[in-house]
């Protein structure tokens, strides 16, 4: 009697979208992240938080947020770096009060 194998492919990239402005690529990975590269093949960014393989990854259409879904049943909507830094210039910073900054351990650090 002949042996019978089973085998499963392995898949590096399963799903790559390309950024609306066409400058930036999204890679879907086994290794439990999403990559983001530029044109050139440079690695910009590991985009980490799923537990099991990332299965896909996309650009919304505006280009400001990366979407995963992993086969540990997660949808992870991601800021993009620039839309990060555009929330940063509005984004309101609460003060800390005197003792908030003792409690911290950080009182005459921060003014």
Avoid: R
């Avoid at 997660?74 to 003792?102: C, D, G, N, R, S």
């Amino acid at each position: 009697m002949g042996s019978f194998f089973s085998f499963q492919p392995v898949v590096l990239f399963t799903l790559i979208g390309q950024e609306y402005n066409g400058k930036t690529i999204v890679t879907a990975s086994p290794d439990k992240t999403a990559k983001l590269w530029d044109l050139k093949g440079n690695l910009l960014a590991d985009i980490k938080g799923h537990t099991g393989w990332v299965t896909s990854a996309v650009f919304s259409p505006d280009g400001k947020y990366i979407l995963t879904a992993s086969d540990d049943g997660t949808v992870i909507i991601w800021p993009m770096p620039e839309t990060i830094m555009e929330w940063l210039k509005t984004a309101p910073i609460p003060k800390l009060t005197k003792q908030e900054k003792k409690e911290l351990g950080i009182e005459g650090l921060l003014k």
